[in-house]
């Protein structure tokens, strides 16, 4: 994804932050044997409100050299006033910067980011009717694609709603992504070179049988954030949804960035056709958020 400086890209693609207030803190699962939670892909980041920061001092996204300059920038800004209002003046740049990530947290624990306002939440209120092609997708996407042992269909405990995550990590085999413009930024700003390899959760963790697995996203408005993958190399759903069929079984691939861990157990191998496919895409795209006011 670009930063805010032209030219600077980061080494992964952005998820989404819609829905990311109901993901847990890092932690292990000891009855499921996995790690489950936390922020950005690898899970390094506890809370909405360490998230927050990470971005303003990130050399390929907001490129601040420090605090003291993102406090500095915000202090001249029209809306200091009501920060000061609502935090109280202070001359501290660090309790400054916990106020500014504070706030932006709990913008993004806001109604408007997490709206629940998909075709598949009118569904579920009885307020639409999915098309033959939603239904089928539906039925793909619990049965034959094996999408809901990930992108479970349960309700979450913490929304109360359905999250089409479990919030656990996984190898999918994803290949390398040779056009990844990260590779082409100055060489001073290199977060992951051509020939390295990104091991996502494993070095987070210190355990190299977590290298290669990054954590499972929620399917909510994933219609509207392509490329996909934690690294772009699928520019389109249907594109990354093929994968998930023939991995196994087809040469229309490279091998995986990190195939010592590759899942090989929930997909690779699905035995879709093209039409099965289509109608994957079609349900998935039920859960892009503002259903009713695109229909108006």
């Keep these: ?8 890209y980061s080494q992964r693609n952005s998820m989404t932050i819609c829905y990311s207030m109901y993901v847990p803190s890092l932690y292990f699962d000891e009855e499921e044997e996995t790690y489950v939670g936390g922020l950005f892909w690898d899970g390094r980041s506890p809370s909405l409100q360490h998230q927050a920061g990470e971005p303003f001092l990130n050399p390929v996204e907001m490129g601040n050299p420090d605090k003291e300059s993102v406090v500095n920038k915000v202090r001249r800004a029209s809306y200091y006033p009501e920060l000061v209002r609502l935090y109280g003046e202070t001359d501290n740049v660090d309790s400054l910067y916990a106020h500014i990530t504070d706030a932006l947290s709990i913008y993004q624990q806001s109604e408007e980011v997490n709206s629940f306002s998909s075709k598949y939440d009118a569904w579920e209120r009885g307020e639409y009717v999915f098309t033959e092609t939603e239904a089928r997708g539906m039925d793909l996407f619990e049965n034959k694609g094996m999408c809901a042992e990930c992108h479970i269909l349960d309700k979450d405990e913490r929304a109360g709603r359905v999250l089409f995550t479990d919030h656990t990590y996984d190898n999918l085999g994803i290949p390398r992504n040779p056009e990844n413009p990260h590779f082409r930024v100055p060489t001073d700003y290199f977060l ?32 509207l954030t392509a490329p996909y993958g934690h690294n772009g190399y699928f520019k389109t759903l249907e594109e990354i949804i093929h994968f998930y069929n023939v991995r196994h079984v087809s040469d229309e691939f490279p091998p995986a960035e990190c195939p010592a861990t590759v899942n090989r157990d929930e997909l690779g191998n699905l035995g879709l056709t093209p039409e099965e496919e289509a109608d994957l895409v079609a349900f998935i795209k039920t859960l892009t958020d503002d259903y009713e006011s695109i229909r108006k």
């Excluded at 994804?1 to 600077?8: I, K």
């Design 1 to 8: 994804s670009e930063g805010a400086v032209r030219g600077l």
């Design 192 to 223: 992951l070179t051509p020939d390295s390899i990104d091991l996502g959760l494993g070095p987070i963790v210190g355990k190299e049988e977590e290298n290669g697995k990054f954590r499972v996203p929620t399917l909510r408005n994933i219609a």
